[in-house]
């Protein structure tokens, strides 16, 4: 057998391969829900302002839990999701922020600007 014949088989052999390696690669990027986007994207986050004088950001949705920082009134606070936490005025939905710290904030001193935020 030819060496130019031999290297040229080689060649083919190993374009080939690459090829295949690609196309099984490919369908793994594509989105599984059929919009042609990845599904790893970014969770979507919310906005809200703030309604009380002062606003006690906490480690945990409850007023036990240690205080992270504070939020006053007007202050536009970006939330990550919702919860249930300790009833605040009849209210049990507390934000957790990530503005800074990540911390709770009591949905009932909080007006959601936009969407409701997803459940966490």
């Not at 690609?22 to 986050?45: I, M």
């Not at 005025?89 to 710290?101: K, M, V």
């Amino acid at each position: 057998m030819p060496l130019c014949s031999a290297l040229t088989r080689f060649a083919i052999a190993g374009a080939a391969g690459t090829l295949a390696a690609a196309a099984a690669v490919t369908p793994a990027t594509a989105s599984e829900s059929g919009r042609g986007g990845t599904d790893h994207q970014a969770p979507r986050l919310y906005k809200g302002v703030v309604m009380a004088s002062q606003l006690l950001l906490r480690s945990a949705p409850n007023r036990d839990s240690k205080v992270v920082r504070v939020a006053f009134r007007d202050d536009v606070v970006t939330v990550h999701c919702r919860t249930t936490g300790q009833q605040i005025d009849g209210n049990a939905q507390w934000h957790l922020l990530t503005d800074g710290a990540w911390a709770y904030g009591s949905a009932r001193y909080i007006r959601d600007l936009g969407p409701t935020p997803r459940r966490c």
